[in-house]
C-alpha cells in the first residue's frame, strides 16, 4: 500500500474532479456539488487513511514521491509529508470536504465555482507536500488563481476591489519568494531546489554577501527576510494584514472558511519548511524582531476586531490575533513554543472555520452580517430566542476561539504562553500577549452579547434555525475542538519529533 | 536546297517582314489587317521550307481562312458602318518605334544567333532528309501518343472559346 | 513515280540544256512550268466553261444560247474575253484602289492555285503534293478574304452586305466540306490525291463512292458543300441576289469583273475535279485495270485515257452544277446557315464516325470486296 | 551570296522571327485600336510559331517543334475569337474600340 | 479512592452533556438526572470524607500523561529552550481535598434539590440545570486535580458557568452586561493565575503540586528571577492576582453584586459557597509557594483586611436582599484571605467551609424569600415571619453563625481567624491595623445581617399586595434550608469526637486542626509562626473582642430597625457623603466601566481600527497603488506621443506615401502595363546574352 503515490493522488484528484465538474451539464447544479462532494470526499479518506498510517516515531519525511522533474535545473517533482504538514494536510482535506457542503447555496455559476474549488484545493494539497520549493512556488501560485475568482465573481458588495488586492498583494510577497528562491538556488552547491537538501548544507549560505543596489547585505539574512515578507503577508503579519479584512468581507462563507482555516497557515508553514531549516543563523538573529511582530498581530487583531461593526471583518481581525499567537510560539523556540504554534495552526483552522460558518449561515438567513448597522442602528440583536441551536453552536466556536480550556483554542494558546514563558528572553512578551487573550475574550463576548443575547431585533423575528446540511458541516469541527480540547494527543504527536529536529538543527540552546 | 528554293525562301522571308512592318506601321487598319494575310501566307512558305508541310497546310487555312477574314468582319463591324475615321494617328509612335526596333532587335538577333549556335546540333543531312519528309503522319501519331494531353486541353479549349466568342458577340437578345 | 513540277522542270532544263536557257537557275524553269500547267489548263476552261454554261442554261429553259459568234457560239467566251479587257478601268468613288485591284487576284489565284495538286492521269500532276487534299482546301480559303475586301473596296453597301454573306457562307461550309474529305483519309490512309485515287482501281476497294454507306452519304455532303463554297446557284445568295444586284462583284468591271467570273469557274471546276478524284475514283477506268491489261500500252496513250476519264467524269460534274443553277430556288441566308451547321457538320461527323466503325469492323474492304468475300470464302483482302 | 546559305541556316528564320516579334510588340504598344493590338499579338505569335518549326528543323529535327507550332496556331485562333467578341462587346458597350477607353480598371 | 474522585467529576459532567443535548425532551426536563448526578457524586465524596474522619488522614494520587512533547530530554528546570516537555495530569486526594468534596457535593446536592423547585415554570429550564451539572463538574474538578494546568482549567470552566448563568435571563439586557463584565473581571485574575502557572512551568518545569511542594521543601528557584523580581515573589503575585478575580476581592470585586441578576440558586451555589471558595483554595494548595515567596503574604492580608471592611460597609447600606448577600460574601471572603495572609492556614480553610454552609443558607433563604414575594427589594418586604416561619427560622439561625455568635459554627471559624490576626498584629506591630479592621468588619456584618432580618421577617408589611401574597416555599426548598441551617451550629465541626473535642477554649476544631496539621506537614507550610503564649494570649483577647463587638452590632441593629429608635434616614442624612459613596460602591463599577472601558478601551480600539483602515490600508497598500497609476499615466502618455505618433503612424504614413506613388502606375491602359513588361523583358535579354 505504501508504494501507492497517495500525495500525489491526493493533490490531484481534486484537479481531475475539476475536469470533470466543468464537463458535466450546465442545468443540474445538484449534479456538480454532489460530484464535487466525491471529488473531495476521495481525498479525505486517503487522508484518514495517511493520519492512521503516519509514523509518529520518526522525524523523517514520509510518503516519499520523488521523480525527476525538469532536469536540466534538477527541479525534481519532490512530494512527501512529515509531522509538520502533516496536521496542515488533514486540515486542507477537512475544510475542502465540509465547504463543499457549506456552499451549497451559491446559485450563480455552480460549475465554475466547485471548479475553481476543486482546483483550489488542488493547489493547496501540493503546497503542503511539495519538499522541491519549484514546485512548491508552483503549487503557491497555483492556489492564488482559484482564490482571485472565487473572490472576485462569487464575493459581495465591492469583490473585485478585494480579490484584485488579495491576488496583488500576495503576488507581491511571491515575487520575493521568488527572488530568494533564485538565489537560493543559484548560491546552493550542488545547484538545487530541494528544500531537505539545502536544509542539510545550509552553511553554505553563511558569511556570504550580495550585493543589491550597491550595498553589501549578509546573503542569508536578506534571503531570510524575502522569505520572511513573502510568507509574513500570508500570515498575515501586522503591517502586510490590510488585505485580510477587505478578502474575508467580500469572500463568499466557503472560501472565507478556506482562506482562513489554511491559506493563512501557509505563511507560517513556510516559515517552518523554509526559513528555519535553511537559514537558522539568520532566524535567531530575527527571533525578537518575529517576537515583537508576532505580539503586535495579537494586541493589534484584537483592538481592531474589538471596534469592527462586521460580523466576518471582526472575525477576520480575530484571526490576525490568533495567529499571532501561532508568530509567537515559532519565535520563542521552544518545544512547547513551537509545538504549541503548530497545533494552534490547526486549532484555529477549525475554530475560525467554524466562526465562518456560522456567519455565513446568518448571512444566507439575513443578507447582511451587521452587529451595529452603519447607521448606527442595530444589526443583529437578541436572536438566540430564535435560533437556538444556532446560538449553541456559536457559543462552542466562540469559546473554542477565545481560547476557553475544555476546548482546543486552549491547549495550543496555553502551550504557546508556557513556551515563551519558559524562554528567558521573551518573558515580558508573554505578559503583553496575555492581554491578547484577555481582549479576544471581551470582542468575541461583546458580539455573542450584540448578536445574539438582550432583547429580539424584530426584523429578524423570523430566522429558520439551522438546517441538517449546516449542522452537518459544523458537527466534525465542534468534535474536532471539544476531543483536542480535551485530549490534545491525537495531533500533537503527530508534529512533536518534526519539531524536535527542526529545533535541533536550530542549534539553540 | 537548290538555289530556287532559296530564293523562293527569300522573297517569302522578305514578304512577311514587310508586310509586318506595313502591319505595325500603316495607321489604316484595314491595310494592316491586309497585309497580316499576306505576311501569314509568307510565313506558311517558310514553313513548308522547314519542312512542316501540314503545318503550312494549317496555318493558311487557320490563320489565312479563319483569323483574317474573323479581323476583317471585326473591323468592318466596328469601324465602317459608323463612319468611324479608320486613320489611326500612331504616327506619333513612329519616333519610338523605330528606336525600339533598332534597339531590341540587334539584341533579339544577338540573343537567337547564339541561341543558334548552341543550338547546332543536328547533322546537316538529317536535317535535309526530316525537311524532305513528310510529316503529316508523324504529326498524327505524336497529336495521339505523347501529345495526347494537350490535343484533348486544346479541344476543351477550342470548345470553350467558340461558346465564349458566340456567347460575347452575341447581341442581347 | 509522281510527276511534279520539279520533274517536269527538269526535263524542261534537259530539253534547252544546250541553249543559253541553262543559265537560268532551276527554281525559274519550276515557276514557269507551274504558270504553264495552270494557265494551259485553267483559263481555257474558265472560258469554255462560261459558254458552255450559257448554252445549257439556254437549253434548260428551252432557248438556244449563244450563237452569234462563230459556229454554235463557240468564240463567244472569246468574245467575252475581249469586251472585258477593252473596258474602262473604273474605280468606284471613295473606294480603295488598292484593295481594289488586289480582290480579285486573290480570288483567281485561290482557285487556280488548287490545280496543283489535281492527278489528271496516273502521272500526271502538276505537283503531287503530299498534303495534297489538305492543300486544295487550305488554299480555296483565300477566296474568301478576296471577296470581303472587293466588296469593302467598292464602297457600296450592297457589295459589302453580299460580301459579308459570301465569306460566312465560304467560311462556315468550308466545314462541312473538310468532315466530309475525312471519311476518305480514312480508308485510303493518305492525304496525297494521287496515292487516294490509285487505290480506287477495280481491284482494289472499286470507288471511294461504293466503299461503304457511309462514303456514299458523304459523297452528297462534299458536292453540296462543294456549291456552297463556289456560290453556285442553290446558294446563290451572295452575288445574285435580288435585292444585292450581283453581290460583292457589283463595282467590278471589265477585266477585275472577268477575273472574278474566272476565278469562280474555275473553283467550281477545281471542286468538281477533287469530288471525282476523291469519290469517283478520278482517273481509274472503271471495270478495267489498265496496266494489267493484255498488251502494254504505250505509256502516253494509258495517260491520255486516263486523263479522258477524269476530265469526263468531271464534266460530268460540272454538267449537274450548271444544271442544279437553273432548276433550284435560292436559299435564305437563315437557311442556308441552319442547312449548313444544322444540317450537314452532324451528318458528316456521323459518316467519319461510320466510316471509322466500318474500318475497323471490315478491316477496310469496301461493301463489294466483303460480298464478293463472301462468296470466295474470304477472298485476300486489301 | 551569303544572304542565299544565309537563308539554309536557321539565322533567316530567327532573323525573321526577331523582326516579327518587334514589329509585334511595337503595334500592341502603339496601337490606339483595339484591333491593331490584336494583329500585334498575332504577329508576335507567329514569330514564336516560326522559331519552334526553325529550331523543330534544324536543331532536333524531331516533330516536337511543329507540335508546339500547331497548338500554338490552334490556341491562336481561339485567342483571336474571343479577343474579337470581347472588341464586339466592348464596342457595343462604348461606340469606339479605342484601347485607351478601356481603362475602367484604372487606380 | 482517587479512581472514585474521577467518577465525582465525570457524574455531573455527563449530567451536562446529557441535559444539553436531550435535556428537553426528557421527562421534568430532565432536572432529574443533575441532581441524581450531583446525589451520586455526594454519596462517592461521603465516603472519603468517613475515611478521613475515621483514619485522621488521607493521600492518594493518580497521574497520567496528557501532553508529550519530544526534545532534547534534560533535567526538569534545565535551561535548554528544547527540551523535552511532558505535561502530566492527575488527581491529588489528601484531606483538603476530602472535606472540600464533601462540602461541595453537600452544598451542590441541596442547591440542586432546591433549585428544582425555585426555577419551577422556567423557560430554558434544562439548560439551566445543564449548567449547574457542568458548573459542579468544574467544581470539583478543580478540587480534585493534582496540578495547577487541570485547576486552571476546571477554573475557566466555572467561570464559563457563571457566565451562562448569570445571563440566563438575556432578555434582559441587566443580566447580558452582568454575565459579561463577570466573566471579563474573573477572566483578568485567569490570565494573571496563567502567567503565574507559566512562571511554576519556568521555575519548576512543572505544574504538579506535589513536585512543586518537593521543589520548595529543597528550595529551588528561590535564586532565580522573573521579570526583575524573584521568581516566586512573581509567581505568588500572579495567583493572589487570580485569587483577588476569582473569590471578587478588591480591586476586582465589582462582578460579584452584579452576578445576582442570575437566579437565587446560582448566585448560592456560585457565588457563596463554591467557586468564590475557589480562589481561596487556590491560596490554601499553593500555601507553600507563597509562604516561600516572603512579601506575598502581607500584601494578602491586607488586601483581604480591606476587601472585608469595604464590602461590610457597602452592605450596611444595600436595600437589595441579594445584594447584601453579595456584599457579605465579599467581606467574608475577605476574612479567609485575611486569614490567609496572616498564616492562620486552618482556620482560613475552616471559615472557607463554615461560610459555605451558612451562605448558602442564607441565599437559599432568600430565594424562597423572592419566591413566595417575587421582589428582591427588602424595602417591599416587612413581617413575613408569620407567612413563612421555616425560612424565617433557619434564615435567622444562619444570620447568628454569620454574626458570630457563639455556638455557631461563623464564630468557631471567624474568632480563630480574628485570633490569629491579632496575633499576627501583635508579632508584627505595623501590620496592627489589620486585626483592627478585622474586629470592626465582624461587628459590621452583625449589624447588617440583623438589619436584613428586621426589614425583610419584622415589622409590618410594606406592601400589602406582596405580603398577602406570600406564602411558604414548598418542601423541595425548606429541606436544604434546614439541613444547612443545621450545618451551621459549631458542634457539626466538633467532628466524631464529639463534644470532648471542644478545646479550652470552647472551639469544637480537634479534629479539624488536626487534619489540616497533617496536610501543612505533607505541604511544608509553617503558618503563623507566633510564640505559643502570644497566640494563646491574642486568641483570649480575640475571643472576648468578638463577642463585645457582635452583641454591639446586633443591638444597634435591633434599635435602628426592629424599634426604630434611631431612624436610619436620619443617619443617612447625616453622613450623606458617606452613604452616597457606599451607594455608589466606591464608583468602582463606574471607574472600570465608564472610564476604562467607554473612554479609554473602547475609543482606543475605534482608533486602531481607523489607524488600521486608513494608514495601513489606504497609504501603504493603495499609496502604492497611486504610485502606480502616476506612473501609468505618465507611462501611457509617453507610449502614446512617442512611440505611437512617431513610430507607427510615421511608418504608416511612409507607407500609404509610397501606395500613392506606385498607384499612379495603375493607369488602367493595357498598353502602358505592355510597355512595362517588356522594358524588362529587353532588361532581362540584355543581362541574359551580355
Redesign the interface.
Known amino acids: 500500500m505504501a508504494q501507492l503515490p497517495i500525495l500525489s493522488l491526493m493533490t490531484f484528484i481534486p484537479l481531475l474532479g475539476m475536469f470533470v465538474i466543468l464537463a458535466l451539464p450546465k442545468g443540474k447544479p445538484n449534479m456538480v456539488r454532489w460530484a464535487s462532494v466525491i471529488f473531495t470526499g476521495i481525498p479525505l479518506l486517503l487522508g484518514i487513511w495517511l493520519y492512521f498510517n503516519f509514523d509518529r516515531t520518526t522525524a523523517a519525511v514520509q510518503f516519499v514521491e520523488r521523480v525527476s522533474w525538469i532536469k536540466a535545473f534538477n527541479i525534481e517533482y519532490y512530494m512527501g509529508i512529515d509531522g509538520l504538514s502533516v496536521p496542515m494536510v488533514l486540515l486542507t482535506v477537512l475544510l475542502s470536504f465540509l465547504c463543499v457542503f457549506a456552499s451549497w447555496g451559491i446559485e450563480k455559476g455552480v460549475k465554475g465555482y466547485y471548479a475553481m474549488f476543486l482546483f483550489l484545493e488542488a493547489g493547496m494539497m501540493g503546497v503542503f507536500c511539495a519538499l522541491d520549493f519549484f514546485l512548491f512556488f508552483i503549487f503557491w501560485e497555483v492556489m492564488l488563481l482559484p482564490m482571485y475568482f472565487l473572490i472576485g465573481i462569487w464575493g459581495g458588495k465591492d469583490k473585485v476591489y478585494a480579490a484584485i ?1 488579495f491576488f496583488l ?1 500576495t503576488l507581491a510577497g511571491s515575487v520575493l519568494m521568488l527572488l530568494a528562491m533564485l538565489a537560493m538556488y543559484y548560491y546552493s552547491e550542488p545547484h538545487t531546489f530541494d528544500l531537505l537538501a539545502l536544509a542539510q548544507n545550509h552553511t553554505q549560505f553563511l558569511n556570504k554577501t550580495v550585493t543589491l543596489f550597491g550595498a553589501q547585505y549578509a546573503l542569508d539574512k536578506i534571503l531570510w527576510i524575502g522569505l520572511f515578507i513573502g510568507f509574513a503577508i500570508k500570515v498575515p503579519i501586522w ?1 502586510f ?3 485580510l479584512p ?1 478578502a474575508h468581507v467580500e469572500a463568499p462563507t466557503a472560501v472565507s472558511v478556506i482562506l482562513a482555516g489554511v491559506l493563512l497557515k501557509m505563511g507560517t508553514y513556510g516559515l517552518l519548511r523554509m526559513n528555519y531549516p535553511i537559514f537558522p543563523e539568520a532566524t535567531l538573529w530575527a527571533s525578537t524582531a518575529m517576537m515583537i511582530l508576532g505580539v503586535i498581530n495579537i494586541i ?1 487583531g484584537a ?2 476586531a ?3 461593526k462586521d460580523l466576518k471583518k471582526l472575525v477576520a481581525y480575530s484571526s490576525v490575533s490568533h495567529m499571532g499567537y501561532v508568530i509567537m510560539g515559532m519565535a ?5 513554543g513551537v ?1 504549541g504554534a503548530v497545533m494552534q495552526m490547526f486549532n484555529h483552522g477549525t475554530s475560525t472555520a467554524m466562526l465562518f460558518l456560522l456567519v455565513g449561515v446568518a448571512y444566507d438567513r439575513v443578507h447582511h452580517r451587521w452587529i451595529i448597522k452603519p447607521d448606527g442602528s442595530k444589526g443583529f440583536g ?1 436572536i ?2 430564535v435560533v437556538p441551536v444556532y446560538t ?1 453552536m456559536m457559543a462552542i466556536a466562540l ?1 473554542a476561539s477565545l481560547g ?3 476546548l482546543s483554542g ?2 495550543s494558546e ?2 504557546v ?3 515563551t ?4 528572553k521573551y ?2 512578551y ?2 503583553v500577549g ?2 491578547g ?2 481582549l479576544g ?3 468575541l ?2 458580539m455573542f ?1 450584540r448578536v ?4 429580539l431585533n424584530e426584523e429578524h423575528k423570523d430566522m429558520t434555525d439551522m438546517n441538517w446540511r449546516e449542522k452537518l458541516t459544523l458537527l466534525p469541527l465542534c468534535v474536532l475542538v471539544i476531543v483536542l480540547g480535551v ?3 491525537p495531533v ?2 503527530l508534529m ?2 518534526t ?2 529536529k527542526l ?2 538543527a ?1 542549534g ?2 | 536546297m537548290t538555289n530556287g528554293m532559296k530564293w523562293i525562301l527569300l522573297i517569302a522571308e522578305l514578304l512577311t517582314v514587310g508586310s509586318a512592318l506595313i502591319v505595325a506601321i500603316n495607321p489604316n487598319i484595314l491595310y494592316s489587317a491586309v497585309f497580316l494575310l499576306f505576311s501569314f501566307l509568307g510565313i506558311a512558305v517558310m514553313y513548308l521550307f522547314a519542312g512542316a508541310d501540314f503545318l503550312a497546310g494549317v496555318q493558311v487555312v487557320v490563320y489565312v481562312g479563319g483569323v483574317t477574314i474573323l479581323i476583317l468582319f471585326a473591323i468592318m463591324l466596328t469601324q465602317w458602318l459608323y463612319r468611324l475615321k479608320l486613320k489611326d494617328i500612331g504616327s506619333k509612335f513612329v519616333v519610338p518605334g523605330v528606336v525600339l526596333a533598332l534597339g531590341l532587335v540587334p539584341f533579339l538577333h544577338r540573343g537567337l544567333t547564339q541561341l543558334g549556335k548552341m543550338v547546332q546540333a543536328a547533322p546537316p543531312e538529317k536535317m535535309a532528309e526530316f525537311a524532305a519528309s513528310p510529316k503529316t503522319a508523324m504529326i498524327g501519331k505524336a497529336l495521339l501518343t505523347n501529345y495526347v494531353l494537350p490535343f484533348e486541353a486544346v479541344t476543351i479549349l477550342l470548345l470553350g472559346a467558340l461558346v465564349g466568342a458566340v456567347w460575347l458577340a452575341r447581341p442581347k437578345a | 513515280m509522281p510527276v511534279n513540277s520539279a520533274l517536269f522542270a527538269q526535263s524542261l532544263t534537259q530539253w534547252t540544256q544546250g541553249t543559253w536557257f541553262a543559265s537560268v537557275p532551276i527554281w525559274v524553269w519550276a515557276l514557269v512550268s507551274a504558270l504553264i500547267i495552270i494557265y494551259m489548263l485553267a483559263l481555257p476552261f474558265g472560258g469554255i466553261a462560261t459558254y458552255v454554261e450559257r448554252k445549257i442554261a439556254a437549253d434548260l429553259q428551252d432557248r438556244i444560247g449563244p450563237n452569234r459568234v462563230g459556229p454554235l457560239g463557240i468564240f463567244q467566251f472569246a468574245a467575252d474575253a475581249i469586251k472585258m479587257i477593252s473596258k474602262e478601268d473604273y474605280v468606284p468613288p471613295g473606294g480603295d484602289r488598292f484593295l481594289f485591284n488586289i480582290a480579285p487576284v486573290l480570288v483567281v489565284v485561290g482557285s487556280c492555285a488548287g490545280f496543283v495538286a489535281l492527278p489528271l492521269g496516273q502521272y500526271l500532276v502538276a505537283g503531287d503534293i503530299n498534303i495534297g487534299v489538305f492543300y486544295i482546301m487550305a488554299i480555296t480559303t483565300i477566296i474568301a478574304p478576296g471577296i470581303l475586301l472587293g466588296s469593302w473596296a467598292s464602297e457600296n453597301k450592297w457589295s459589302l452586305l453580299g460580301g459579308l454573306r459570301s465569306a460566312a457562307q465560304i467560311v462556315s461550309y468550308e466545314i462541312p466540306v473538310a468532315l466530309s474529305i475525312v471519311p476518305i483519309i480514312l480508308i485510303s490512309g493518305s492525304l496525297q490525291i494521287g496515292e487516294i485515287v490509285k487505290q480506287q482501281g477495280w481491284h482494289d476497294h472499286f470507288w471511294n463512292v461504293f466503299h461503304n454507306p457511309f462514303t456514299f452519304i458523304s459523297f452528297f455532303i462534299l458536292f453540296v458543300g462543294g456549291l456552297a463554297e463556289t456560290n453556285r446557284i442553290p446558294f446563290d445568295l451572295p452575288e445574285a441576289e435580288s435585292e444585292l444586284v450581283s453581290g460583292f462583284n457589283t463595282e467590278f468591271s471589265g477585266m477585275r469583273f472577268g477575273l472574278y467570273a474566272l476565278g469562280e469557274f474555275v473553283d467550281v471546276f477545281v471542286m468538281c475535279a477533287l469530288v471525282t478524284s476523291l469519290y469517283l475514283g478520278g482517273w481509274q477506268i472503271p471495270f478495267l485495270e489498265l496496266d494489267k491489261f493484255w498488251v502494254t500500252l504505250p505509256s502516253g496513250l494509258i495517260a491520255l485515257i486516263h486523263v479522258s476519264f477524269f476530265l469526263g467524269k468531271t464534266f460530268l460534274l460540272v454538267f449537274v452544277v450548271m444544271w442544279l443553277r437553273w432548276t433550284l430556288p435560292r436559299l435564305r441566308v437563315d437557311q442556308l446557315m441552319g442547312l449548313c451547321w444544322k444540317g450537314m457538320v452532324p451528318v458528316a461527323l456521323f459518316n467519319i464516325l461510320g466510316t471509322a466503325i466500318w474500318m475497323w469492323a471490315f478491316k477496310g474492304q469496301s461493301m463489294l470486296q466483303v460480298v464478293s468475300g463472301l462468296f470466295s470464302g474470304g477472298g485476300g483482302s486489301h | 551570296m551569303n544572304l542565299l546559305d544565309f537563308s539554309n541556316s536557321i539565322e533567316g528564320y530567327l532573323l525573321v522571327s526577331s523582326i516579327l516579334l518587334t514589329l509585334g510588340i511595337f503595334s500592341v504598344l502603339t496601337r490606339k485600336n483595339a484591333i491593331g493590338i490584336l494583329l500585334g499579338v498575332e504577329l508576335i505569335l507567329n514569330a514564336a510559331g516560326i522559331n519552334f518549326v526553325a529550331f523543330s528543323k534544324f536543331h532536333s529535327a524531331a516533330i516536337d517543334g511543329q507540335m508546339v507550332t500547331l497548338f500554338i496556331i490552334l490556341i491562336a485562333a481561339a485567342e483571336a475569337a474571343v479577343a474579337l467578341a470581347i472588341i464586339l462587346r466592348f464596342y457595343r458597350l462604348k461606340q469606339t474600340i479605342d484601347a485607351d477607353e478601356a481603362s475602367l480598371l484604372r487606380n | 479512592m482517587a479512581q472514585s474522585c474521577l467518577w465525582i467529576v465525570a457524574l455531573p459532567l455527563t449530567a451536562f452533556v446529557i441535559q444539553a443535548l436531550v435535556g428537553k425532551r426528557l421527562p421534568r426536563q430532565g432536572d432529574w438526572v443533575s441532581v441524581l448526578a450531583i446525589l451520586g457524586s455526594f454519596a462517592l465524596a461521603t465516603p472519603i470524607f468517613l475515611k478521613l474522619l475515621a483514619t485522621g488522614a488521607v493521600h492518594e494520587t493518580l497521574q497520567f500523561n496528557w501532553m508529550v512533547m519530544p526534545g532534547v530530554d534534560a533535567v526538569s528546570n534545565s535551561p535548554i529552550l528544547n527540551k523535552a516537555v511532558t505535561l502530566t495530569v492527575g488527581v491529588l486526594v489528601n484531606n483538603l481535598t476530602a472535606i472540600m468534596l464533601f462540602m461541595v457535593t453537600l452544598c451542590a446536592s441541596l442547591i440542586h434539590i432546591f433549585s428544582t423547585g425555585y426555577m419551577h415554570g422556567e423557560s430554558r429550564y434544562h439548560l439551566f440545570f445543564a449548567y449547574i451539572s457542568l458548573f459542579s463538574a468544574g467544581m470539583l474538578g478543580l478540587v480534585i486535580s493534582d496540578n495547577l494546568l487541570t485547576l486552571f482549567m476546571c477554573w475557566e470552566v466555572m467561570g464559563l458557568c457563571s457566565y451562562l448563568l448569570i445571563g440566563f435571563y438575556y432578555q434582559k439586557l441587566s443580566a447580558n452586561n452582568a454575565s459579561l463584565k463577570a466573566f471579563m473581571t474573573t477572566r483578568v485574575g485567569d490570565v494573571m493565575f496563567f502567567l503565574g502557572i507559566c512562571g511554576l512551568y519556568y521555575v519548576f518545569g512543572t505544574s504538579n503540586l506535589s513536585q512543586i511542594y518537593e521543589g520548595i521543601k529543597t528550595g529551588v528557584g528561590s535564586d532565580v528571577t522573573l521579570l526583575g523580581i524573584p521568581a516566586l515573589a512573581f509567581i505568588g503575585f500572579m495567583l493572589m492576582m487570580g485569587t483577588i478575580g476569582k473569590s471578587a476581592q478588591f480591586p476586582l470585586q465589582v462582578w460579584l453584586p452584579d452576578a445576582m441578576e442570575g437566579p437565587t440558586p446560582v448566585s448560592a451555589l456560585i457565588h457563596a459557597a463554591t467557586m468564590v471558595a475557589a480562589g481561596v483554595f487556590l491560596l490554601v494548595r499553593t500555601y507553600p509557594v507563597l509562604e516561600a515567596a516572603k512579601v506575598v503574604l502581607p500584601v494578602i492580608a491586607t488586601v483581604g483586611a480591606l476587601t472585608a471592611f469595604l464590602a461590610a460597609c457597602i452592605a450596611l447600606v444595600q436595600v437589595d436582599i441579594k445584594k447584601v448577600l453579595a456584599y457579605s460574601t465579599i467581606s467574608q471572603l475577605g476574612f479567609m484571605v485575611l486569614g490567609m495572609g496572616v498564616g492562620s492556614f486552618a482556620p482560613g480553610f475552616m471559615h472557607v467551609i463554615t461560610h459555605a454552609c451558612f451562605k448558602a443558607c442564607l441565599f437559599l433563604a432568600s430565594g424562597s424569600v423572592i419566591h413566595s414575594v417575587h421582589t428582591q427589594d427588602m424595602r417591599e418586604m416587612g413581617g413575613l415571619r408569620s407567612k413563612m416561619p421555616i425560612t424565617f427560622l433557619t434564615m435567622f439561625i444562619a444570620t447568628l453563625a454569620i454574626a458570630g455568635v457563639p455556638g455557631f459554627s461563623g464564630f468557631v471559624s471567624k474568632d480563630r481567624i480574628l485570633g490569629d490576626a491579632l496575633a499576627y498584629g501583635m508579632t508584627h506591630p505595623s501590620q496592627m491595623w489589620i486585626p483592627v479592621l478585622g474586629f470592626i468588619t465582624a461587628g459590621l456584618t452583625a449589624f447588617y445581617m440583623f438589619r436584613l432580618i428586621f426589614m425583610t421577617f419584622f415589622g409590618h408589611a410594606r406592601d400589602e399586595h406582596k405580603h398577602h401574597h406570600a406564602h411558604e416555599s414548598p418542601i423541595t426548598m425548606t429541606f436544604p434550608l434546614m439541613v444547612l441551617a443545621a450545618l451551621s451550629f459549631a458542634i457539626v465541626f466538633a467532628g466524631p469526637t464529639g463534644i470532648h473535642s471542644v478545646d479550652a477554649n470552647l472551639l469544637p476544631i480537634h479534629w479539624f486542626d488536626h487534619a489540616l496539621d497533617h496536610v501543612k506537614t505533607e505541604m511544608g507550610v509553617q503558618g503563623l509562626h507566633a510564640s505559643e503564649e502570644v497566640e494563646h494570649h491574642a486568641h483570649s483577647l480575640a475571643m472576648i473582642v468578638s463577642l463585645v463587638v457582635a452583641g454591639l452590632g446586633i443591638f444597634l441593629s435591633a434599635l435602628t430597625y426592629l424599634k426604630k429608635v434611631i431612624s436610619a434616614a436620619a443617619f443617612e442624612k447625616a453622613l450623606k457623603p458617606v452613604h452616597t459613596l457606599l451607594w455608589n460602591k466606591y464608583y468602582f463599577d463606574d471607574l472600570y466601566i465608564k472610564v476604562v472601558i467607554q473612554k479609554l478601551f473602547l475609543p482606543l480600539t475605534v482608533l486602531m481600527a481607523k489607524f488600521d483602515d486608513k494608514v495601513v490600508d489606504h497609504i501603504f497598500v493603495d499609496g502604492w497603488a497611486k504610485v502606480a497609476m502616476v506612473l501609468k499615466s505618465v507611462i501611457a502618455k509617453f507610449d502614446d506621443v512617442v512611440v505611437d505618433k512617431l513610430a507607427v503612424d510615421g511608418s504608416g504614413t511612409v507607407v500609404s506615401a509610397g501606395g500613392w506613388v506606385l498607384r499612379q502606375f495603375q493607369t488602367g491602359k493595357v498598353q502602358q502595363y505592355l510597355i512595362l513588361t517588356f522594358i524588362v523583358f529587353g532588361m532581362l535579354l540584355f543581362y541574359m546574352t551580355r
Open positions: 488586492k498583494y503591517p494584514h490590510t488585505w477587505w493589534y483592538f481592531c474589538m471596534a469592527q520563542s523556540f521552544t518545544t512547547a509545538n437578541g438566540a430566542s449553541g469559546f476557553l480550556p475544555g486552549f491547549i496555553a502551550l504562553f508556557l513556551g514563558f519558559s524562554n528567558p518573558q515580558s508573554v505578559v496575555s492581554l487573550i484577555l475574550a471581551a470582542y463576548l461583546w452579547m445574539f443575547l438582550g432583547p485530549y490534545p494527543m500533537l504527536n512533536g519529533p519539531l524536535a529545533l535541533s536550530l539553540v540552546a
